[in-house]
């Protein structure tokens, strides 16, 4: 997609097409020198939703170009880490985060950080993929461009189909672009979600229990489609629930127990029985 984003169709520029890749001047001081195959680094992250502590001295590297699992029992503070990594937890009233993250060579809590830059690094997948219902498929994958101004019709065609083949839709709705994006599947609108995701050409995907409440053999064709997205350059933090699940989908995995990390290791080495005891605490 790097191509089609830098050589616009016909030589033509567009001016207003989002870019994740130039900090603002005011973001000079927060250049860092970047970590060499670290994509993301948390360090001391502290979260609170007012008295509440949610997340207590956090600090996890996510390797570039792999899928990075975030497991533990429900409020263990697995959405509120991924809230705090492309800033919507400062959103909630009453909420605070104080620590350091770093994408690639930007401090994205840096008070010279723009925000909008920061969320333009990065795209998000809800657990309801919840497409425009008025919407064809298309559409709903090309709505990022459109509300970001770009009006040149073949470059958005271009791009939305190298959004959905990044999500591995591509062959499966190419010929039903027209129909509605709520007419296809639970899973198909979750991966047109990722393909819509793609479309702002982020390098780091934060994906939210994106298989609750789809059937196994759904969830199994989602993550069998994930690593494809890994090899176009993105690196993944995906929420899951499923133990099981998230050490067949990732390489590393980080378990969270009231806040904290309870659990880390390669997903090849880490076991139901050794993740049992960090959900429990035995």
């Known amino acids: 997609m790097d191509n089609i984003l830098k050589t616009y169709m016909g030589g033509k520029k567009i001016d207003n097409l989002p870019s994740n890749n130039v900090p603002s001047p005011k973001n000079k001081s927060s250049i860092l020198s970047k970590n060499e195959g670290i994509k993301l680094s948390i360090s001391s992250l502290n979260a609170w939703f007012g008295t509440k502590h949610a997340l207590k001295n956090i600090d996890i590297d996510f390797k570039e170009n792999c899928i990075t699992a975030l497991i533990g029992p429900s409020g263990c503070g697995k959405t509120t880490l991924l809230r705090c990594i492309n800033r919507m937890h400062e959103m909630t009233p009453g ?28 795209g998000m997948v809800f657990q309801k993929p919840n497409p425009f219902p008025t919407m064809s498929i298309y559409d709903n994958v090309a709505s ?27 062959d499966e709705v190419k010929n039903d672009l027209d129909k509605p994006g709520i007419s296809i599947s639970g899973g198909q609108q979750q991966m047109a979600a990722i393909g819509r995701a793609l479309m702002s050409n982020p ?52 378990c969270l127990q009231e806040g904290r990390v309870a659990l880390q290791g390669a997903a090849r080495d880490l076991t139901r029985e050794k993740i049992s005891a960090a959900y429990f605490g035995v």
């Not at 994408?103 to 010279?112: C, R």
């Open 144 to 170: 990022g461009l459109k509300l970001n101004g770009v009006k040149d019709k073949s470059l958005i065609k271009d791009i939305v189909q190298e959004s959905l083949q990044g999500a591995g839709l591509w």
């Open 95 to 122: 909420a605070s985060v104080k620590g350091q993250i770093i994408l690639d060579d930007l401090d994205i809590y840096n008070k010279g950080s723009d925000p909008v830059i920061v969320k333009r690094r990065m």
């Open 203 to 254: 390098r780091l995907l934060l994906c939210d229990e994106i298989s609750l409440g789809l059937a196994p053999i759904v969830v199994h064709d989602i993550y069998a489609r994930l690593p494809q997205v890994t090899a176009e350059g993105l690196s993944l933090v995906i929420v899951e629930q499923d133990i099981v699940q998230a050490l067949r989908a990732a390489s590393h995995v980080y």
